[in-house]
C-alpha cells in the first residue's frame, strides 16, 4: 500500500448516508482521492436504481476534484484491479460490523493479495446509522433529519409520492 494512492471505497449506497458521508471524508484526510464504487446489486431488490443511487452521490460529490464515482457489478477486487488502485475503504460502525468486514476483508485478500482493506472508524453521531433503517424509519414516518444528506431525504419523499416505499 502506497500513502499517494487513490482508495476504492465500495458499497450498496442505497442509499448514501451521513455515515458515508463522515467515512469519505475522512478517507480524504488521509488518502489523495476516493474512488466511490457502487455495487450493481439486483439480487438485493435496492429501493433506488442504480441510477438513482449515483445521482444522488454525484450531487454530493461529483464535483469534488479528488472524488471519482463509478459503479460496478462482480467481484469488487476486479474492479479494485481494474481501476489500478490497490486499497479498499471500509468504515465500521460498532463490533457488530467486524465479523462481516474481517470476513470480506479476508476474502478479497485471498482473491488478490496485492489489495489492502484500510478501516476506518464511523464518526460517533452516525455509529447506529445504516442505510436499511434509515429506509425502515422513513417508511414509518420517522424522522431522519440529519441523518442522511438533503438531497437522499428528497429522494425519498419522491419514492414516497410514487408510492414505492
Ligand atoms: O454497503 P454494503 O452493502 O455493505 O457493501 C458491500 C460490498 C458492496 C462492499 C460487497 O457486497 C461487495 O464487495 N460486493 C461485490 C461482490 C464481491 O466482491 N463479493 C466478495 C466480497 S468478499
Known amino acids: 500500500m502506497r500513502a499517494n494512492e487513490w482508495v476504492v471505497y465500495p458499497g450498496s449506497f442505497d442509499p448514501i448516508t451521513n455515515g458515508h458521508v463522515d467515512i469519505i471524508q475522512r478517507s480524504l484526510h488521509v488518502f489523495p482521492g476516493v474512488i466511490i464504487a457502487i455495487l450493481e446489486n439486483p439480487e438485493k431488490a435496492p429501493l433506488f436504481t442504480l441510477k438513482e443511487r449515483r445521482e444522488m452521490i454525484d450531487h454530493l460529490f461529483g464535483h469534488h476534484p479528488r472524488v471519482r464515482v463509478e459503479t460496478f457489478h462482480g467481484l469488487l477486487v476486479d474492479f479494485v484491479r481494474r481501476v489500478g488502485a490497490r486499497v479498499i475503504v471500509r468504515g465500521l ?73
Open 93 to 165: 460502525r460498532a463490533m457488530t460490523d467486524f465479523e462481516y468486514e474481517f470476513q470480506m476483508a479476508l476474502m478479497n485478500r485471498r482473491l488478490c493479495p496485492e489489495v489492502e482493506t484500510v478501516f476506518l472508524m464511523a464518526a460517533e453521531p452516525y455509529s447506529y446509522v445504516s442505510s436499511r433503517l434509515i429506509k425502515e424509519v422513513f417508511r414509518y414516518g420517522g424522522n431522519i433529519r440529519g441523518l442522511v444528506p438533503e438531497i437522499v431525504e428528497q429522494y425519498l419523499v419522491r419514492k414516497r409520492a410514487e408510492g414505492r416505499i
